[in-house]
């Protein structure tokens, strides 16, 4: 399964990014979707993600800033990004976990995107 993100870029504080991420593969289900990020020096931190239902969960450094959404059909999660802030700056990834049909039988995967640079200038 190949996660191909876009829409990362640069923006002043105060503006707006939206990331999208899709999942190319035949015969999948996928169950969560989430973004994740990593800025210089730091670790990989959970963003945002979103149940198969649509339930999603955010870190409290984001609440009431990013919101995050999918297409089921499309198999794409988006994260709409508002009043960046220069913390905000890292790489972000897109994840993808759910089950694949392969060889007459369904197995789990857990697929990572190469991910996109989002910097926030002061």
């Known amino acids: 399964v190949q996660l191909v993100e876009s829409g990362g870029g640069l923006v002043q504080a105060g503006g707006s990014l939206r990331l999208s991420c899709a999942a190319s593969a035949d015969q999948i289900s996928i169950d969560a979707m989430g973004w994740y990020r990593q800025a210089p020096g730091k670790q990989r931190e959970l963003v945002a993600t979103?149940?198969?239902?649509?339930?999603?969960n955010y870190a409290d450094s984001v609440q009431g800033r990013f919101t995050i959404s999918r297409d089921n059909v499309k198999n794409t999660v988006y994260l709409q990004m508002n009043s960046l802030k220069p913390e905000d700056t890292a790489v972000y990834y897109c994840?993808?976990?759910?089950?694949?049909?392969?060889?007459?039988?369904?197995?789990?995967?857990?697929?990572w995107g190469q991910g996109t640079q989002v910097t926030v200038s002061s």
């Open positions: 994840n993808a976990n759910g089950r694949r049909w392969a060889v007459f039988s369904w197995t789990r995967f857990d697929a």
């Open positions: 979103i149940t198969g239902g649509g339930i999603p």
